[in-house]
Every structure is written in C-alpha cells, then in structure tokens.
C-alpha cells in the first residue's frame, strides 16, 4: 500500500478529510482487503486508547504535595519584579546595542575627519616603527594627491648598544 | 473565610472566582480535586515519577499567577492541562538536546518501519478487565519513544486536532501525522505482543 493512501486512511479515521476526500478514501479502499483490514486496526486502536487512558494518583499526600506549591507561591511573591525595574531591564536591551552603534558611528566620522583634515603639519603624524632595525616616515599630500613611505635603517651602534646586556650575560655564564 | 469543607462543598468555577481574589484556600482545594490528573498528564508524557511531580507542581505554581487571565472559555481543568502540557513539552524538549537518538527514531527516519509491522486482525485487549487494559496502554506507552508518545497523549487523550499538535510541537502537520502512524501501529501490535504472551 501507499505511504499517502496509509496516512489518507489515518486521517480518515480522525475525521480530518473533506467530505469530498473521505469520498475518495472509501471509493479506493472498496476493493482493497489490506486496506480495509488496516482501517480496522486503526480504528480499534484509537477507540481503545480513547476509552482506557491510564489513571494514576500523585504519589505524595495532599498536604505535602500542597506545601511544596504554596512554599512556591509565597517564594514568588515575596520577590515580585517591579514594574520600572522590568522596563528598564527591557529598554536595556535596545539602548546597549543602539548606542555600541553610535559609538563605532562616531569613531568612524571622527577618523574620516582625522584623514581629512587640511591641517599642514597632519602628514607628520603618521611615524611608523616595524621593528628595531627600521623606522618608517609616511607623508601625504591631499593637494598633490601623493603618498611617500619613507623607511630609514637604525644605526648599528645603536642595536648593539641595545644587544649587548644579553651577549655580557652569556659570557658570565 | 471558608472552611476547608465549605470549599469542598463549591463548583470549580467558584473556587476560581474566590481564587482570583486571592483566597488561597480555594486554590488548594482545586488543586487537591484535579492534582491526580494533572500529574497523570504528566507522566503520561515524560515517563518520570520525580519529575511529573514536580511539573505538575510548577503547573499549578503557573497557573496560580496567571489565573487573572483565565476567562472561563474552557473548564477549568483543561486550562490547566494545556499549562502542564506545555511544561512537559519544553522539559522534554530541554532533555533532547543533551540525549542521542534512539534506534527506534533512526529506524523511522530511514524509513517504513511501520510498514513492516503486520496488520493486527483481532481487538488485542478482548476480554480484559479495565484495569488491565490500562496497565497494558501504560506499559506499552513506556516503550514509545517520546515523539511517538506525545503525539498520541496529545491526539488520542488530549482529542487535539493535527494543527494544534504540529503547533504545540514545533514541527510539520506531515510530521505529526507520520509520528502518529506509527505510534498507532506500534501500540496495536504492542498490545498484540502482550496478548500472545498471555495465551503462551
């Protein structure tokens, strides 16, 4: 049988088909011992389920499964959420993220300006170090349009003179 | 204020009205008149002495905060199921997430598990006693995994229609329906099993 016709006949059973459907599911299933025997099964099986649901009682006494919730009840209401505390609990959650928002906006414009700004002496604030040995200068110029990276080697005297406790501490050794 | 047996003496829509005003007295002896039920819900669900007990304990915690809310469209009792069911739901959801999946779940995505299942003929509870049959749906309910479970507690003792399951569950009016196939055929030849056992 067809996994659609199986759960047509289900749904026949629940009366959850049209009337014109559950036409339809009676007109295929006339001829059709299978189906007619699994219609049945389905049938009994609701109608047992619906007649014996199983009955069980609360394995405590009414006193103690009582306490349990009134002990409940009054923990709740001894810590009622005030009202103003809620809402500023609620707008907390839109005012955190709204003004991380405006603070990376902010920033974004002040760098723009930063970059942009026609103060003559602004290329002189881009002094770069990459690493002991070498020093770089950057100049731009908004007015040529030009950009110059200028890269300048420490004198060797120097990065010995900032090498040398290391090679006195090895000799000690 | 009224005696614990004036109480016992008023209607559930009574209590629900003193209760409303805070007579928590009223309240009690709705939950002493429904907690069996309430419970067995919950159990019928989550297959847990402990924990039904505690959900249908946090139920009736529940519905004592929002029971300015309830409007009296449907009994009282029902209202308070649909509140415990949906307890149950999310606290069996909850343990999903830290549970691997059954071989039986893995069988019935592969596919047609049920279709390999005989039809069952006979009506495999015949001649029993009630409470016996009861215990028979109750051990064999034991055996479903909790998508199978849930989905006949909710359509077959609940009486929810397809689209209230699918939405309560979280998944597909196709899923539910497919679910509760199988849950049927495997409950039949469940029921069958026992029967066999018994005339062996």
């Known amino acids: 049988m067809k996994p659609e ?34 219609l049945r099964e389905l049938q009994t099986t609701t109608a047992v389920l619906r007649q014996n649901e199983p009955q069980l009682a609360v394995p405590e006494s009414r006193e103690f499964y009582w306490s349990k919730i009134e002990r409940a009840i009054e923990q709740t209401e001894r810590e009622p ?37 026609s103060d003559p002496l602004s290329h002189l604030a881009e002094v770069e170090s990459l690493s002991e040995h070498v020093s770089s200068f950057s100049f731009r110029s908004h007015s040529h349009n030009m950009f110059v ?7 060797e005297q120097q990065a010995s003179a900032d090498m ?3 090679f006195d501490d090895e000799i000690l050794q | 204020m ?9 209607g559930d829509e009574k209590l629900v009205r003193l209760a ?41 915690v529940k519905a004592w905060q929002r029971l300015k809310q309830f409007q009296g469209e449907s009994s009282f009792v029902t209202w308070m199921t649909r509140i415990v069911i949906n307890l149950c739901l999310d606290h ?9 999946e059954s071989i039986e779940m893995m069988d019935e995505e592969s596919g047609g598990v049920e279709r390999q299942m005989p039809v069952v003929q006979i009506n495999p509870t015949e001649g029993l006693e009630r409470g016996e049959i009861r215990q028979r749906i109750d051990k064999a309910l034991g055996q479903l995994s909790y998508e199978h479970r849930t989905v006949l507690v909710l359509h077959e003792f609940e009486q929810l229609e397809y689209k209230e399951i699918a939405k309560r569950m979280q998944c597909s009016i196709g899923t539910v329906m497919s679910r509760l196939f199988y849950a049927r055929r495997r409950m039949a030849n469940l029921l069958a099993s026992f029967k066999r056992d018994e005339l062996s």
Do not use: C
């Open chain 1, 5 to 38: 016709l199986e759960l047509k006949l289900q749904a026949y059973v629940d009366g959850e088909l049209s009337a014109r459907e559950a036409r339809d599911v009676e007109t295929a299933i006339a001829n059709d011992a299978e189906a007619q025997g699994l």
């Open chain 1, 81 to 117: 959420v005030r009202p103003l505390v809620a809402f500023w609990f609620s707008l907390r959650r839109v005012l955190v993220p709204a003004a991380g928002l405006a603070l990376v906006l902010f920033l974004a414009i002040a760098s723009f300006k930063v970059n942009t700004t």
């Open chain 1, 149 to 155: 990276v200028w890269l300048h080697e420490n004198t």
């Open chain 1, 164 to 166: 040398e406790p290391e």
């Open chain 2, 2 to 10: 009224a005696t614990q047996q004036e109480h016992a003496a008023l």
């Open chain 2, 20 to 60: 409303q005003r805070g007579d928590m007295r009223a309240f009690e002896e709705l939950v002493a008149r429904h907690r069996d039920k309430i419970y067995a819900r919950a159990f019928s669900m989550v297959r847990n002495e402990d924990d039904a007990v505690d959900l249908s304990q946090e139920a009736w």
């Open chain 2, 92 to 100: 069996l959801r909850k343990a999903k997430r830290h549970r691997a």
